[in-house]
């Protein structure tokens, strides 16, 4: 297993980094309303740990983050979502497999919405990213990626 180490992916420096990969792929809707802003600030994780195991695999030619998520991690709501991911991010960042952030949070969130029961949650760099909604709609294994917009 490899383990994040301090440096460009310290603590300091994923925290912005989470909050803008969560509010940029719709992992979570921010609100500006007093009330939102408030349950926010007041949200803490609810989970001891949310990854039981994890280690990096090489299946199908490719490498991919097999996750073993912990009980209370597979009941949580999407106000935990960047708190597992960062656990995540901390755990395996440091290997030289890890990429494609957004893809990668993409596909964990993908999993939280259609597939908590599954035994193990693999998360495949190599997936393109296609954005929230066709990771849901190709059931979390998106192969096509996205086609660019049009530049005007």
Request: glycine share 4%; with cysteine; aromatic share 10%.
């Amino acid at each position: 297993m490899h383990e994040a180490k301090d440096g460009p992916m310290s603590r300091h420096t994923l925290l912005p980094l989470l909050t803008a990969l969560l509010t940029s792929t719709g992992a979570f809707a921010v609100s500006n309303a007093p009330a939102a802003r408030e349950s926010a600030k007041d949200t803490q994780p609810v989970c001891a740990t949310y990854v039981d195991r994890g280690a990096w695999v090489y299946r199908d030619y490719e490498w991919t983050l097999s996750l073993t998520p912990s009980e209370c991690s597979r009941s949580i709501d999407s106000s935990q979502t960047a708190y597992m991911f960062f656990e995540i991010v901390k755990k395996f960042a440091g290997s030289p497999y890890w990429r494609n952030d957004r893809g990668m949070i993409n596909q964990l969130t993908c999993h939280m919405l259609i597939a908590k029961t599954k035994d193990q949650w693999n998360l495949e760099p190599w997936r393109p990213f296609v954005g929230q909604t066709e990771t849901v709609a190709q059931r979390c294994n998106a192969t096509t990626p996205a086609p660019d917009q049009p530049f005007h």
